[in-house]
Nanobody
């Protein structure tokens, strides 16, 4: 089992920045990918960014150049640095971890960007 706990969400003005954190605990040695997804009100959950165990990253086109995903192996934590935030970035952000035979989700953290 893996437990994921997100933090760092909040209210920010357009153009501002936030950093989300996702702390993993449990059988973390089984994880090979961690990432962030988001779900705006009334919309489907969508991919934001992932980081693989080797360190490679991938981003949704909508956040490229503004968001950066990184990991701290010593703290078993993945971060999402979000800069130049836009109102359309408003959503609940979820941490996702992938093991060979299971996918784990965090409880989500709200990010609200005011115009």
């Amino acid at each position: 089992q893996v437990q994921l706990v997100e933090s760092g969400g909040g209210l920010v003005q357009a153009g501002g920045s936030l950093r989300l954190s996702c702390a993993a605990s449990g059988s973390i040695f089984r994880l090979n990918t961690m990432g962030w997804y988001r779900q705006a009100s009334g919309k489907q959950r969508e991919f934001v960014a992932i980081i693989k165990s080797g360190g490679s990253t991938s981003y949704a086109d909508s956040v490229k150049g503004r968001f950066t995903i990184s990991g701290d192996n010593a703290k078993n934590t993945v971060y999402l640095q979000m800069n130049s935030l836009k109102p359309e970035d408003t959503a609940v952000y979820y941490c996702r971890a992938v093991a060979p035979s299971y996918v784990y989700w965090g409880q989500g953290t709200q990010v609200t960007v005011s115009s």
